[in-house]
């Protein structure tokens, strides 16, 4: 009897699932909405925010008046806090990404006396959220007298125990130990093995740790605010909701529209920095995806 003959199946075809399109459709949805609404409000006048629908333009197109007032507002102390929070992302978040990218390789390629401990400290400090420590850091910076100042700022967020734990997952499988052992074999040391070969592979990685710390210390709002007490050293945040604030105020004129043009000026730099380093990210997954 003669063996059957086996029959061609077609090649797998990705299933349309319409669930999963209406979710992805409504997920979108929610989040253009909150955007779509600062650009719209961001182009009426004080008056026009109350008389006109949110999602729709009013009669008068005040978007530069707007953006005219809010950086010349109070001797244009708005630039002063965008170029506070400059500050803090770049000594903050950039020291944190150094000192996560040192630490975390250095853990995952180097076997020492006390790696599990640290390990597991690492593990526990990543479950802790940085407002429970806000109020213990307070105390302790106001021991030291470096409250009210950048400083106060800057050191805490030079600390990024996810930062840390992800490059260390990272650079486990990125950063091939026998490379290493070549490079060691040829007479590179290890700082030069680390700055010429190890960090290349690790810019996926590494550019990761640094949106997290970039987007943590720009939306940063709990620790400046019972840090700081000067507004000259506020950030975007605290000096924004000041603002806020004051709009409520009794006596007080409201600036509600100065605020929302605020809001739209400070999510500018964190789309720019998405758009700029996104393509380190999709290097990064195009040179795992093919097993070699």
Sequence with gaps: MAAPAFERRSPLKPRNSKILLLVMVLYGIYTLVPLVWLVVNSTKSQAGLFSSFGLWFAGDFAFFDNLVATLTYQDGIFLRWLGNTLLYVVVG???ATLLATLAGYGLAKYSFPGRRAIFAIVLGAVAVPGTALAVPTFLLFSELGLTNTPWSVIIPSLVTPFGLYLVWVYASD?????LLEAARMDGAGEF??????????LVPGIVTVLLFTVVATWNNYFLPLIMLSDPAWYPLTVGLNQWSAQSIGAGSEPIYNLVIMGSLLTIVPIVIAFLLLQRFWQSGLSAGSVKQ
Excluded at 174 to 178: C, N, Q
């Design 192 to 201: 030069r093995t680390f700055f010429t070969i190890s960090i290349r592979l």
């Design 174 to 178: 990125a950063v091939p130990t026998e």
């Design 93 to 95: 978040a950039g020291g």
